[in-house]
């Protein structure tokens, strides 16, 4: 991975490792490279506010960011967690309508900012990255259907085993001793599979009596991948 040390040489070779400007033309990268912001935030720092006007896209450098939604129930529903080089804030420039979900930072976080003209020239210019931009909405889509099964009809096991591979098979883990570290409280697990945090923590003790985890307080090792996802599917 590029280096982020400033120079215009090292935005671009990063910028060309983002989803939504893979395979882009070298001008494309070079002018995405003049266009971005760089901004930096503390830790616990919202970006947006679910409902806040949409100005530019975030292509995250640095650190984890969560997006989140008040359900109905006045419940927070985290729909996602994302790393570097993943992008997100593209869907209120789209349509020109508000922020779909809120976004906080849960460490450092460097991001580069695209504003709504460059982002909008981009896309006109360069069909590989409106193609790009589809395919990311596409895969979001496609993730968001199997979650909505995994929700209705797993039970709270199931819900957190699905959890955490999501976690694991997107990379948002850290590596300890070779083993997949997930560094979330109960309460973010548990906002993540969409139950309470006593549902989680009583998941936790059952999938550690699996063999599959071994849970300390506000981490989870997952010691056993495969057989969590032979949980996931009920053939275990
Ligand atoms: P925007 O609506 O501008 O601001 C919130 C952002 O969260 C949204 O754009 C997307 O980039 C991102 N987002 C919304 N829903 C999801 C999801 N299900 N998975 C990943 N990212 C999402």
Same mark, same amino acid.
């Given at each position: 991975?590029?280096?982020? *040390?400033?120079?215009?040489?090292?935005?671009? !070779?990063f =910028?060309a490792?983002?989803?939504?400007?893979?395979?882009?033309p070298?001008?494309a990268?070079? %002018?995405?490279? /003049?266009?971005?912001?760089?901004?930096?935030?503390?830790?616990? /720092?919202? +970006?947006?506010?679910?409902g *806040? &006007?949409?100005?530019?896209l $975030?292509? =995250?450098?640095?650190?984890?960011?969560?997006?989140?939604?008040?359900?109905?129930?006045?419940?927070?529903? /985290?729909?996602? #967690?994302l790393?570097?080089? !993943?992008?997100?804030? !593209?869907?209120?420039?789209?349509?020109?309508?508000?922020? @779909?979900a809120?976004?906080?930072?849960?460490?450092? +976080?460097?991001? $580069?900012?695209?504003f709504? *003209?460059?982002?909008? &020239?981009?896309? @006109?210019?360069?069909?590989s990255?409106? =193609?790009?931009?589809?395919? /990311?909405?596409?895969?979001?889509?496609?993730?968001?259907?199997d979650?909505?099964? %995994?929700?209705? $009809? &797993? *039970?709270?096991?199931?819900?957190?085993? $699905? +959890?955490?591979?999501?976690?694991?098979?997107?990379?948002?883990?850290?590596?300890?001793?070779?083993?997949?570290?997930?560094?979330?409280?109960?309460?973010?697990?548990?906002?993540?599979?969409?139950?309470?945090?006593e549902?989680?923590?009583?998941?936790?003790?059952?999938?550690?009596?699996?063999?599959? #985890?071994?849970?300390?307080?506000?981490?989870?090792?997952?010691?056993?991948?495969?057989?969590?996802?032979?949980?996931?599917?009920? +053939?275990?």
């Open positions: 991975m590029a280096r982020d *040390d400033g120079n215009a040489e090292s935005l671009t !070779e =910028l490792e983002v989803p939504l400007f893979r395979g882009a070298d001008r990268l070079t %002018i995405a490279a /003049t266009a971005v912001r760089r901004r930096v935030y503390e830790s616990g /720092t919202t +970006v947006f506010q679910e *806040d &006007k949409g100005e530019a $975030y292509i =995250l450098r640095q650190g984890l960011v969560k997006l989140s939604k008040i359900d109905l129930g006045g419940h927070e529903k /985290t729909l996602a #967690i790393q570097p080089p !993943e992008f997100f804030g !593209e869907m209120a420039l789209l349509g020109e309508s508000t922020r @779909s809120t976004a906080l930072t849960l460490n450092e +976080v460097t991001a $580069y900012l695209l709504n *003209d460059d982002f909008r &020239k981009l896309l @006109s210019d360069y069909p990255i409106s =193609l790009n931009l589809t395919t /990311t909405l596409a895969s979001r889509l496609r993730g968001m259907d979650e909505s099964q %995994i929700l209705s $009809y &797993k *039970d709270a096991q199931g819900r957190v085993a $699905y +959890v955490l591979l999501r976690l694991y098979r997107g990379g948002v883990v850290d590596l300890e001793d070779d083993r997949a570290l997930v560094r979330l409280t109960h309460q973010e697990l548990a906002s993540l599979a969409g139950t309470s945090r549902t989680v923590t009583r998941a936790l003790k059952a999938l550690e009596a699996e063999g599959v #985890i071994e849970t300390r307080p506000k981490e989870v090792f997952i010691t056993d991948a495969e057989a969590l996802a032979e949980i996931l599917h009920g +053939v275990r």
